[in-house]
């Protein structure tokens, strides 16, 4: 890099003395004759530079034969020196220098960096374009390559991060940079020293924990499709068999946010009827079978049955299903088994089906728009309940605690389970199963009846066990087991028995997951 500034230095310095040269042959063999017009040094660069540029006045002309040859040379200079302006006004235009320059114009805005132009990625860039009036769309990759124009506005820059980033110069808010692809923070070269930049980085994997470093946060699209679902779509109490076709990240997804949050009733005896491949999913949850009855209905709790035929072969099953799930990776895989199931089934429950597009007439779940948003992805949103569940717990005891950002991830999820069903809680006191949305009103509404309620002996037993069955769930499904004392490195907790062996203090620790909805409303007003 060094040597080549020092090239482009030694032609500048070669080019102006050859110029100047030219200059000054011109004044001395011109102002020694009578009838010239140039007469003075000014005079023949004023020659010089509308000849150079074309413009030609005509005003002054060199008259002696040395004089004539030096206009004969800035005559065949000029049309290089035209030619090589407009390269380069067309090289700054097609190439970054346009981009750059605009850059540097609009630091104060807030920027969104993305490695590449995809589906997802411009979905996501749309919404965050529809909800922040200040951002600025950065694409890493050249327009070239793109079969269409966003319909929003973007800047496509074939740059690394950190030259972006350069660019900010720190002036407002950070940089976010979007890493899209699925596991793209361990192969994409422009995700090199990402942790080392001024910027928030949101990487999209299929596994690993929600955060790498400091400025590094995974999101999981199927987890993210899964909450979407449960959140928008909750399990209502005449739903005791379910059905899910289709068991690979999104179905696996989808069962984990059902074991985690579907707990409306004591007596609930919900039987999960899944199509697919689980000898991993079961190998890695090696205690779900304390809690649920394994390949055999339960009438006295809840069960989780995995086929090994195919989906079509049940006739009964489907027919009598209160709810089918159709949620294979593979999309059009689904659309051909929502349009069997539809046309030569007569399937008396509900049918949703995964689908990135929305489609008039059916009951989908899962798309772009709905789950490539700054909310989901960000999660701005989507863990705002969990981030004051543990600020509320923080201000509640004497004792030092961590607040969001220092949480592990364990710690994470089950501040984020809690929150998810803080929504069936509110379902369940209101009895309303139209709910689908935590609002500030409905918290509000809900805590004002389990106060009326909660002196009862009969509902108060029912609460705490309610809730403890949510957190019994949580950890059998991380595979702790039952200690005589707590220890996170073990992954064991005395409280994890059945509620009739707790001991009368074990059960009134159940109370604050329901005593807590009394702060939780003001937060959210």
Not at 403 to 412: V, Y
């Amino acid at each position: 890099m060094k040597k080549r500034k020092h090239i482009y230095l030694y032609l500048i310095v070669t080019a102006a003395f050859i110029y100047i040269s030219l200059l000054t042959i011109l004044y001395c063999s011109e102002s020694a004759s009578s009838d010239a017009a140039i007469r003075t040094f000014e005079d023949a660069f004023w020659y010089s530079l509308v000849t150079l540029t074309t413009v030609g006045y005509g005003d002054l002309i060199p008259v002696t034969p040395l004089g004539r040859m030096v206009g004969m040379i800035f005559l065949l200079l000029s049309a290089g020196i035209m030619v090589t302006l407009l390269g380069a006004a067309v090289s700054f235009i097609t190439s970054e220098g346009l981009p750059f320059f605009l850059l540097g114009l609009q630091r104060r805005k807030n920027w969104y960096y993305f490695a590449d132009y995809g589906v997802e990625s411009n979905t996501l860039a749309a919404n965050i374009y529809r909800e922040d009036a200040n951002a600025l769309i950065i694409y890493g990759e050249r327009k070239s390559g793109q079969s269409e124009s966003p319909d929003y506005p973007c800047i496509y820059l074939s740059a690394s991060p950190d030259r972006i980033v350069s660019k900010k110069k720190n002036i407002g808010e950070k940089c976010k940079i979007f890493l899209m692809k699925e596991n793209d923070i361990g192969v994409n070269s422009r995700a090199v020293n990402l942790h080392e930049l001024p910027v928030e980085v949101y990487a999209r994997t299929t596994n690993g924990q929600d955060k790498l470093s400091g400025n590094i946060h995974f999101f999981h699209s199927y987890e993210c499709c899964a909450r979407q679902y449960w959140r928008s779509k909750p399990l209502c109490r005449h739903e005791n068999t379910i059905v899910l076709i289709g068991f690979g990240n999104y179905g696996c997804s989808i069962l984990e946010r059902a074991i985690l949050t579907n707990i409306i009733s004591t007596e609930q005896h919900v039987a999960y009827h899944i199509f697919g491949d689980a000898e991993e999913f079961l190998a890695v949850h090696y205690r779900l079978g304390e809690l649920f009855s394994l390949n055999e209905e339960s009438g006295t709790g809840d069960s989780l049955i995995f086929h090994d035929e195919i989906w079509a072969k049940d006739v009964p099953l489907l027919e009598r299903a209160d709810r089918i799930i159709i949620c294979e990776d593979d999309e059009q895989k689904g659309w051909s088994i929502f349009w069997t199931l539809s046309k030569y089934y007569r399937v008396a429950g509900r049918i949703d089906l995964r689908s990135s597009r929305k489609a008039p007439g059916v009951s989908y779940f899962g798309t772009n728009e709905e789950i490539y948003t700054s909310q989901q992805i960000i999660r701005t949103e989507l863990n705002k309940a969990a981030i004051m569940i543990n600020e509320l717990f923080r201000r509640s005891v004497s004792y030092p605690t961590l607040d969001w950002e220092e949480l592990d991830d364990l710690h994470q999820q089950s501040k984020i389970v809690a929150a998810d069903h803080l929504l069936m809680k509110t379902r369940i006191l209101l009895c309303d199963e139209t709910i689908t949305e935590l609002t500030a009103s409905a918290v509000r509404n809900a805590y004002d009846r389990y106060c009326k309620t909660k002196n009862s002996t009969e509902a108060k037993e029912r609460y705490r066990k309610l809730d403890h069955m949510r957190w019994l769930r949580f950890y059998i499904f991380y595979n702790w087991r039952f200690g005589p004392v707590r220890d996170d490195k073990a992954g064991q907790h005395p409280m994890l028995c059945p509620y009739e062996e707790l001991t009368l203090e074990q059960k009134r620790e159940r109370d604050a997951a329901w005593e807590l909805m009394g702060s939780l409303f003001t937060e959210l007003e």
